[in-house]
Each structure stands twice: as structure tokens, then as C-alpha cells.
Antibody, heavy 117, light 109 residues
């Protein structure tokens, strides 16, 4: 079964850091671009970042550039999102998604990040 | 990196058809045949319903169809059913980024 499972969410103070993980199974992880997408409480979906199969290309939404870093470990079938200098507006459910030619065909169930003092 | 424009809400009765529009620009929707649509029920992860503008993934009902004209994409749901009540999001590849619409809440009356 093709599956993505996120972990690492939690409560963090403003200015703090958090690292999200996404474990992939059921498909050849190293063959796909991967994405992070977030959804603030009661709001819509927002693309956060993409990473190429070999990690050589990474793209970010403007609001997280310089603060978030997407990475992957193909040997571990894992995707990561290192989040630094967190702000209240980063509070959201973070989804990991498989990217296939511009569309996200497999999604995880999400992990919740709350930034609050 | 502006969001695509969708109506906030649409509604229809069981058996009817509805269409949700998604307006972008010549830099995203108009430039690429890479519009996708996602269905999201409350508390659940999004589910891919349409990709590359008009293609349906395996397992998605043929009641769902997509189209595009210029900078506007559309999702049509025919033969509305109660389980179609959900939020729907359009999405477009835009070169080095991906844009989502603000989402449309579909109410089945």
C-alpha cells in the first residue's frame, strides 16, 4: 500500500524550531519529487516546499524562505522539513505529499504544528 | 505567488450538476496544462480528484470532470450526491512554485 506518514509536530514557542518527518512506503521514493503543504486552522491549503528526487533542486513559498529547509534521505525513504524562527502564522497541519508531474497524488494524514507562547 | 481565485461556496441539490471555477493568470493556469483539483472532507487529508486539467485518477467517479479555458479552470460535478459535500481546491503548477485556490465549500442541499 502506498503510504505517507508524517511525524514531529507539536507545540513550540515563537522563534523556536521543529523538524517534521515523513516516512514513505509502498513506492519507489527516490523516483519522485516530494512536497510539503500546510493548512492553517479554518483556512485553505498552502504549498510550502518541493524537493527533487535527488535533492538537487528545492523550492519554497516566499513566506518560509530562509526559515524552512526541505530535505530527504532516499536510503531511509524519508522526507523532512526543518522549521526555524517559527511564527504564530506557521501554525497549521503540515501534509507531506508525493508530487507527480505537477499534481499531488498521494497525501499523508498530516501532523499539527502549533506556535504559541 | 498569489492564490488562485475560487468562489467561497456553491450549493446544489442531489442529482443536480455544479461547476466550480478557478481563475489564475497567464503565468500559472494559462501557461501549463497542470491544473489539479482536490476534495477535502472535514478533518481529513485532501484527495486528488482531477489532474492535468481533465484526467481522473483510478477510483474517482466519472461524475467529476475538469476543463480549462484560458486562465480559468473548472471542476464540474454531475449527479450530486450527499457524499460530495466537502471543500474543493484547485491547484496549478507555476514554474518553480505551486499555487492553490482559496477553496470552495460545496453544500449538497
Amino acid at each position: 500500500e502506498v503510504q505517507l506518514v508524517e511525524s514531529g509536530g507539536g507545540l513550540v514557542q515563537p522563534g523556536g524550531s521543529l523538524r517534521l518527518s515523513c516516512a514513505a512506503s509502498g513506492f519507489t521514493f527516490s523516483s519522485y519529487w516530494m512536497s510539503w503543504v500546510r493548512q492553517a486552522p479554518g483556512k485553505g491549503l498552502e504549498w510550502v516546499a518541493n524537493i527533487k528526487q535527488d535533492g538537487s533542486e528545492k523550492y519554497y513559498v516566499d513566506s518560509v524562505k530562509g526559515r524552512f529547509t526541505i530535505s530527504r534521505d532516499n536510503a531511509k525513504n524519508s522526507l523532512y522539513l526543518q522549521m526555524n524562527s517559527l511564527r504564530a502564522e506557521d501554525t497549521a497541519v503540515y501534509y507531506c505529499a508525493r508530487l507527480s508531474a505537477g499534481y499531488m497524488d498521494v497525501w499523508g494524514k498530516g501532523t499539527t504544528v502549533t506556535v504559541s507562547s | 505567488q498569489s492564490a488562485l481565485t475560487q468562489p467561497a461556496s456553491v450549493s446544489g441539490s442531489p442529482g443536480q450538476s455544479i461547476t466550480i471555477s478557478c481563475t489564475g493568470t497567464s503565468s500559472d493556469v494559462g501557461s501549463y496544462n497542470l491544473v489539479s483539483w482536490y476534495q477535502q472532507h472535514p478533518g481529513k487529508a485532501p484527495k486528488l480528484m482531477i489532474y492535468e486539467g481533465s484526467k481522473r485518477p483510478s477510483g474517482v467517479s466519472n461524475r467529476f470532470s475538469g476543463s480549462k479555458s484560458g486562465n480559468t479552470a473548472s471542476l464540474t460535478i454531475s449527479g450530486l450526491q450527499a457524499e460530495d459535500e466537502a471543500d474543493y481546491y484547485c491547484c496549478s503548477y507555476a514554474g518553480s512554485s505551486i499555487l492553490f485556490g482559496g477553496g470552495t465549500k460545496l453544500t449538497v442541499l
